[in-house]
């Protein structure tokens, strides 16, 4: 069943059965990028900002909007000429509704199911913490929804029943390329002229990067505050494999394809550390220089609302220098006085202090409750109601998030990673299909099976051959996950989306020394040269085996690496100098041509018009394919229950080992903080428990 979006205005464990693996490096990235500091106080400085932000009649920034972007830290406003000169912006405008218009809503929320109305006034609550999936979720799902939380931004700032947003943020497990779509969607609602007031109790990078952009930011007397820096991580196993008697036989192709090193090194390669000391250098840069640019380019503006903040004076200081930023940082400031005093925080207020103070400002009595209305319910609220939708050109948008694999496995659900069968299905679907103008792909992805990936390639290249096609990309789109991207026409890859990973491992592990320690044995009748290859694990490979299992990764590197180099129109050569299992953030994979701009979902359904000629000032509909369904699991991890958490967990540790036997287009699930989730946590103490007993 189709589901309509609002209108826009405008992993990697390596298989270790001998296949290769197109995987991404063994580390924990802990890149933690901060927006600038700025609030908008001062109705009269929004409004500046609202006009300053509107695209021209081409869809592309005006000077002084590009300006303003920049100093804002929007992706969309990219140094790059050939992403700002060649694609629109996909830049947010707000507009006022006409009269007409005006009484079609209303007369639509006058009919609209009791569930799905709102009180007059209501403040719009958003608890943003935990993990985020890129998927629409159903209504008994647990955790949140990035296109429901996106939506609901959209519906609030043309919904005249909400008067502004308050925002709790909470320590959150996603990557930077949703946090990016958030940071964004809150920059596109204050253009409506409606306040977004953030608390943040529990506060680190991501946090503070999506509530700095809020009018106010808010924390209590207690909040604990780590804006210390960024770290990278890289884990080993090779120590403690060998003391259980496991030997990692991995061969990896691309000097920067370290997704193995985790299994058979005990410290970290000169290659892995070149690579990840430039991937921590390039966002920690982009983040001091992001806040300096911010704070170094506003005028002091003092600022009183009585009736908001009473007797207190905010004053914003320019001409914060890089070196000032740093410097901060490397103070390890942890007191919230501090934090105050320096402009990082608005005030220090309690949950119910802040509240307080919303019904100041919009004038509700203080002993009467403050309206509002949760993320839950508001997401119930029609989009049809708010008439934003009902356009008579349709884009479809296909969302494709998780590890990748060929068929439904015995132990996933409906929800649970890249179906190839399925998505394949969709894709054909969309093909075959004359009302839809364009195509969005929207891919969040570490990977997974190749020859799933390859088969996705292929429908995806057919589909682009008839309609426009755009690939999307969120926290990662690497290996299989860029596997599936190069089909598109055009690539579209958040500032820190993690892409690239072009590059091949493969493996088997050597059981020989545990199945010894343990009295364990395993005896092979074979027919066939190589029939052993994938069966006997209890033993090293011959070199005949090693011969044939090293050409086997090569031959699939070469072909992973000239798919790329002819879907990016390169040259081999060249190809190759990006390729090696590298990974890039999105905004270098830019510089580099493996991805042509940056932006989140609404540049990428900008460029779709573009490519279908629609006009850039024309409103389209944009449609979600499918519509969630609910597993058991699901209907309890909605209803609060912790079996669906253990659920998960065992899912989730049995599906990487069912994917295990195939060949693999994966980046390394490390890279993706896997390595601190549920399976990877099951992993360590099966280890745990295993030497603590010898």
């Not at 700095?212 to 924390?219: G, I, M, P, R, T």
């Not at 400031?333 to 501090?338: D, F, H, T």
């Amino acid at each position: 069943m189709a589901k309509v979006l609002p209108t826009i205005h405008l992993q990697t464990t390596c298989s270790m059965k001998c296949q290769p693996s197109f995987s991404m490096l063994p580390s924990t990235l802990h890149l933690e990028k901060k927006p600038p500091l700025f609030y908008h106080r001062n109705r009269s400085f929004q409004r500046l900002s609202t006009r300053s932000l509107e695209t021209e009649s081409d869809g592309k920034l005006s000077d002084v909007g590009r300006e303003e972007a920049e100093l804002m830290g929007d992706a969309s406003s990219d140094s790059s000429a050939h992403v700002d000169d060649e694609y629109p912006s996909g830049e947010f405008v707000y507009k006022e509704n006409d009269v007409w218009k005006d009484l079609v809503v209303k007369s639509r929320m006058l009919i609209a199911w009791p569930w799905q109305r709102v009180k007059k006034g209501s403040v719009l609550t958003m608890k943003i913490r935990g993990e985020i999936s890129d998927q629409l979720k159903s209504r008994f799902s647990s955790g949140l929804s990035l296109p429901q939380i996106c939506e609901n931004f959209i519906k609030a700032a043309y919904d005249p029943r909400i008067s502004g947003i308050y925002l709790h943020i909470e320590p959150l497990s996603c990557g930077w390329g949703k946090v990016e779509e958030i940071y964004r969607h809150v920059v596109d609602f204050k253009k409506s002229g409606k306040f977004v007031v953030g608390y943040v109790p529990v506060c680190g990078e991501k946090e503070y990067y999506i509530g700095s952009v809020c009018e106010e930011l808010y924390a209590p007397p207690s909040a604990y505050f780590q804006l210390y820096g960024l770290t990278v991580q890289a884990s080993f196993l090779g120590g403690v494999l060998e003391k259980i008697g496991i030997e990692p036989q991995v061969q990896r192709i691309g000097k920067y394809k370290s997704a193995g090193d985790q299994l058979t090194r005990k410290n970290i390669s000169d290659e892995n550390r070149e690579m990840l000391t430039a991937l921590l250098d390039n966002i920690y840069g982009n983040w001091v220089e992001k806040i300096s640019l911010a704070k170094g380019n506003f005028e002091c503006v003092p600022w009183l609302n009585s009736r908001f903040l009473s007797s207190d004076v905010v004053i914003l200081c320019a001409g914060k220098k890089k070196e000032d930023i740093v410097s901060f940082i490397n103070e390890g400031v942890y007191e919230i006085n501090r934090l105050k005093e320096d402009g990082w925080i608005t005030d220090i207020k309690y949950d119910d202090e802040v509240e307080s103070l919303l019904k100041q400002r919009l004038e509700i009595p203080s002993d009467k409750k403050l309206p509002t209305v949760d993320y839950r319910k508001y997401s119930r609220v029609k989009k049809w109601t708010l008439g934003l939708t009902g356009y008579r050109n349709q884009i479809v948008v296909i969302r494709a998030s998780g590890s990748i694999s060929r068929v439904r496995g015995a132990f996933s659900t409906s929800n649970s990673g890249i179906v190839a069968e399925q998505f394949i299905e969709k894709i054909r679907t969309v093909r075959d299909s004359k009302k839809y103008k364009a195509v969005v792909i929207r891919i969040d992805s570490p990977g997974g099976d190749a020859l799933a990936s390859d088969l996705m390639w292929r429908e995806i290249k057919l589909l682009a051959a008839s309609k426009p096609v755009i690939a999307s990309m969120a926290d990662v789109a690497a290996s299989g996950g860029y596997y599936m991207a190069m089909a598109a026409q055009t690539i579209v890859a958040e500032n820190l989306t993690l892409t690239g990973s072009i590059g091949v491992v493969t493996g088997k592990f050597n059981l020989g020394g545990l199945y010894e320690k343990i009295g364990f044995n395993k005896e092979i009748i074979s027919r066939g040269r190589y029939a052993e290859l994938t069966a006997a694990e209890q033993r090293p490979f011959r070199d005949d085996e090693a011969e044939l299992f090293a050409k086997s990764a090569q031959n699939a590197y070469r072909g992973f690496r000239d798919k790329a180099a002819s879907s990016r129109s390169m040259t081999i050569d060249k190809m190759e100098e990006v390729a090696q299992g590298r990974v890039w953030t999105g905004n270098d994979a830019a510089s580099r041509g493996l991805v042509d701009a940056v932006g989140g979902l609404s540049r990428a359904v900008a460029i779709a018009k573009q490519k279908a000629n629609l006009p850039m000032d024309e409103e389209v509909t944009l449609v979600e394919l499918s519509r969630p369904s609910t597993s058991l699991p699901e209907l309890l991890g909605g209803l609060g229950g912790s079996i669906a958490e253990a659920d998960k967990a065992i899912r989730e540790l049995l599906e990487v080992m069912a994917s295990s036997s195939g060949i693999q287009a994966r980046m390394d699930g490390i890279m993706m903080e896997q390595l601190g989730g549920s399976y990877a946590n099951t992993i360590f103490t099966v280890i745990k428990d295993y030497l603590s007993s010898l």
